[in-house]
């Protein structure tokens, strides 16, 4: 982190440089032309007590010129604690070692368990993450004060289910603030590939309407050009799952599902009254285990709740993960890119 400039203007434009943005290519930089790969994890060391390093998203669009530090993302979470391990910010702790991160995006802590047998980070495993080629050694991601991580509470607008434009909607902050809705009100089955969602122009069109006043039910302000709320859909599960569903990520669907999607999607269907009700099958016990089915498989979500009232208090929340290391060196960007921006004329 302390290789970034602190300015959040010059970040971003260096950012920008660094993934080859905004060009639906990305061809003048490191990202892969896809909102997937065109993300950004800055890790620092943390001077926060209990916490071991910082840890700063950044969603960098591939076709405009928008840094978007408002989410977080949990599957680039996977790679922040070996990263801490690998670059001495935090020392091996025996054959696991735990990191604990603290999320800037979401001001909230997460636990990283990560194998380091032979005093190293081990990458190697029987782990497998569907949507994600081969195995690897299993990452423990464990979410502390997930709840309210935008909004400051579980339900923002104190309400389990609401209409937006006529459609049942369930406005939800755990881990990232989301607008979930069950799928067949909004013309769809909740099997979709992600191709074929992707190719309805119409549909996005109407769920970006909804997702805007969303957005202002939230208190999240206007939200255009941001990707705060995410959109979730959902379905019966049909593959031995808890419930089927489809993540946007907000204008593109997921390949498979996000981590905090996958805990927000959770959380509504643990929590009685939203519209996962009457669709999904809810799992029994304070600590149980939430099955996802999405595009190109499973999540498997782990959660801890307690009745609270006829409500539930959602505690903790947990996934495993896969990271792999592919390089380190240093990106270059134009120096242009680390100036002031000139005053308007």
């Not at 104190?158 to 989301?178: C, N």
């Amino acid at each position: 982190m302390q290789d970034i400039p602190q300015d959040p203007d010059i970040r971003a434009r260096v950012l920008l440089a660094a993934m080859g943005s905004p060009d639906i290519r990305q061809i003048d930089g490191l990202g892969g032309a896809d909102t997937l790969t065109s993300k950004v994890a800055m890790v620092g060391p943390s001077s926060r007590e209990g916490v071991d390093v910082d840890y700063l998203f950044a969603q960098v669009s591939v076709d405009k010129a928008i840094v978007d530090t408002s989410p977080s993302c949990g599957n680039m979470l996977s790679g922040v604690g070996p990263f801490a391990i690998e670059t001495g910010m935090v020392p091996v702790g025996g054959a696991k070692t735990s990191v604990v991160i603290y999320d800037i995006n979401t001001q909230s802590r997460i636990e990283a368990i990560v194998e380091t047998p032979d005093g190293a980070v081990n990458y190697e495993g029987d782990a497998r993450i569907d949507g994600v080629p081969g195995t690897a050694a299993e990452i423990r991601l464990n979410f502390m004060d997930i709840v309210g991580s935008k909004t400051g509470a579980l339900l923002p607008t104190g309400k389990p289910m609401e209409k937006i434009e006529g459609v049942d909607v369930t406005l939800i902050d755990v881990a990232v603030p989301m607008m979930i809705v069950r799928a067949a009100d909004v013309g769809k089955t909740g099997y979709e590939s992600a191709a074929e969602l992707d190719a309805d122009g119409a549909f996005f069109a109407r769920m970006e309407a909804m997702r805007m006043e969303a957005g202002r039910r939230m208190g999240l302000g206007d939200v255009t050009g941001k990707v705060v709320p995410k959109m979730a859909m959902l379905g019966a599960p049909r593959e031995g799952g808890n419930v089927a569903a489809r993540y946007f990520v907000p204008h593109k669907t997921h390949a498979a599902f996000a981590v905090t999607g996958g805990l927000c999607v959770s959380s509504c269907v643990l929590v009685p009254g939203t519209v996962a009700d009457g669709l999904a099958e809810r799992p029994q016990g304070d600590d149980c285990t939430v099955v996802i089915e999405h595009p190109t498989g499973l999540i498997d979500v782990a959660m801890t709740s307690k009745p609270h009232g006829n409500a539930v208090e959602i505690i903790s929340g947990g996934v495993v993960r896969t990271a792999r290391k592919l390089m380190q060196g240093n990106i270059f960007v134009p120096a242009a890119t680390l100036l002031p921006a000139s005053p308007a004329a």
